[in-house]
């Protein structure tokens, strides 16, 4: 059997959003949607979990922190104490209050850059990338749905047709894969 | 769509009958189409500027920092004002793409790409003087805590001056990759519509290879959202290091506790005005007046009423303590500042930041473009006086009076202050035919509830 892929596209991101319902309630797997802005409410519908990458920013925030008291514990306290002002270098804790601002900014640096690192890793982007959105228009004005007929056997291709056509989609396309 | 209705409280964000790809076609045009005369000629002022900056700043690296006017007893001057100024002309762009997206402020998104811009324009700007002013420039590493090569001594983590470092080195990193975070999908918009193969690969690696899918766009809110509550406190932090590096000299007229807040009610209001100044100018000639309306500059006015004002009590607050403190010296910096010789200076920043910008709170005048043009052009030049005042005022007259001095600056100061306006302009005019100035993807999403009259898509 070939593999066939419909895109259905729209011009109205909330006509997507109730075609997408009512896909779903015909039991449609979606694939994917290109949109040229996010679409509110559609993560659930299509079934994409949310993110986790706050998670991960909070603990790259976390290391930042951790690294920041290291680094003025060992650097200041105990490779070479330093008598500045009269300021005490007995211990980490009592030269802490000098120490905020430094650990403030790597906080917001670890988490901010990790954050966006990741980001671009789970995106998969990066310069020189192809992009994949299967129709130029999906970032400018069109909203496209991505259905493969493969994922879908106990819907007919028909019916997905009929379901996206009376659902407000301007154009269907096919295309097959190898 | 009849639950869509304009809102009627507010006026709309978006003028004129637009659509999608209207909207796409009124942000690329500026970058597809060719530069006309007026920008060649902006342009090449600025580049001469920024060239002879550049003159300056290699006179200066060569010769040292002897060529610039400052003496004994003004060891900061000039240098350590224009990075001030600098800096807090930055801070605008991340409030209005940091905090007013936490205050879910949808006037926002007309602005906060050029505001983004600018702000790590100035901050390039900002960060060439404290680096010039080391003398040895090629020494600039030794401030990173890096062991040097005698033993293991460190940089000293108690000094403001290194926490400087540490600031804003992370604004500076964080504002860009917020801004480029932003800028991936509208590059894939302009990507999208390029016909010629060259346009279209240069725009597809700036890109990074966007393609809009539902989880990428899932993905990218949750990164902006999450950028915007970092940067909110990292922009706060910034100017607070900045004043710390005065506020905790024991130098009259600098060691006040109140001068974290106001160094950042003063930061935003430079801001705001240099914003106002490129937006006006941007508008017009991009033809952006559809998307940058009288209602963007009347709201940002009313920040800069705010902001002015704080930066009026703040002004006031420190006359009041110096009096009530019942120190001579402190009290003495203070008259000195308003009846001494540099008594222009005092008054001007007076006359620039608190006077004028009282005046928007007649609606007549905040909602007109000449007159804003105007009052952010003195709400610039009171702010450098700001600075001046406080770092050349407090110093020139120090505990020992027969080193009392005056500070006159070199054309080397004046040749790279004027200079890094040029850098400033350069990039700015750059950015502004290269990059879509607004984001246009998150225009869009606000297009049907604050357009005037959207249009309908056809059935």
Sequence with gaps: MSKKVIYGVFDDEEVLLSSAKALRSKGVRIKDVFSPFPIHGLDPIIGIKPTRLSNAAFFYGMFGTSFAIWMTWYML???????????????????????????????????????????????????????????????????????????????????????????????????DLK | MEHHSTATVRQPLILGEKTYHQISEDISRPIEGKANNLFKVVFTISALLALWGVGCFAYTIGTGIGVWGLNKTVGWAWDITNFVWWVGIGHAGTLISAILLLFRQRWRMSINRSAE?????????????????????????????LPNQFGSLWVNFNSPLLWDVFAISTYFTV??????????????????????????????????????????????????????????????????????????????????????????????????????????????????EDYITIQHIELMNKIIILTGSIVGVAYLTELFTSWYSGVEYEQYAFLNRATGPYWWSYWSMMTCNVITPQLFWFKK???????????????????????????????????????????????????????????????????????????????????????????????
Aim: some cysteine.
């Design chain 1, 77 to 175: 306290i105990s490779d070479w104490p330093m008598n500045i002002g009269g300021k005490p270098n007995f211990s980490w804790f009592e030269n802490m209050p000098a120490f905020i601002p430094v650990t403030f900014e790597l906080t917001v640096f670890c988490a901010a850059h990790g954050m966006v690192l990741s980001y671009l890793l789970v995106n998969k982007l990066y310069p020189g990338r192809k992009p994949h959105n299967p129709d130029l228009r999906s970032t400018d004005d069109k909203f496209i749905m991505e259905i493969q007929s493969s994922e879908n056997k106990r819907v007919t291709e028909d019916e997905i047709l009929s379901t996206l056509r009376n659902t407000g989609a301007i154009e269907i396309n096919h295309k």
């Design chain 2, 117 to 145: 811009a600018m702000t790590i324009f100035a901050v390039i700007c900002a960060a060439l003087f404290p680096v010039m002013h080391m003398g040895r420039v090629w020494c600039a590493y030794w401030v990173l805590p």
């Design chain 2, 175 to 288: 504002s860009l990759v917020f801004w480029y975070t932003g800028l991936i999908p509208d590059f894939a918009t302009v990507r999208d519509r390029q016909m010629k193969p060259r346009m279209r690969k240069i725009y597809n690696i700036l890109s990074f290879g966007w393609s809009g899918s539902a989880k990428q766009w899932s993905r990218f809110e949750e990164v902006s959202l999450v950028l915007a509550g970092l940067s909110t406190p990292l922009v706060l932090s910034v100017h607070t290091i900045v004043s710390m590096d005065f506020a905790t000299s024991v130098i009259p007229g600098w060691h006040t506790t109140i001068f974290p807040p106001y160094f950042v009610a003063g930061a935003i209001f430079s801001g705001f005005a240099m914003v106002l100044t490129l937006l006006i100018i941007m508008r017009k000639v991009l033809h952006l």
């Design chain 2, 365 to 459: 005048i905040r909602t007109s473009l000449i007159a804003t043009f105007i009052i952010s052009i003195f709400v610039n030049i009171g702010m450098w006086f700001e600075r001046f005042v406080i770092i050349v005022t407090s110093l020139h007259r120090d505990y020992l009076p027969s080193s009392w001095t005056m500070f006159h600056p070199t054309f080397v100061d004046l040749g790279i202050f004027i200079g890094t306006i040029g850098i400033f302009f350069t990039c700015f005019l750059l950015f502004s035919r290269t990059f879509p100035v607004i984001a246009l993807s998150e225009l869009k999403t606000i297009m049907k509830s604050t357009s005037e009259n959207p249009k309908q898509p056809h059935h």
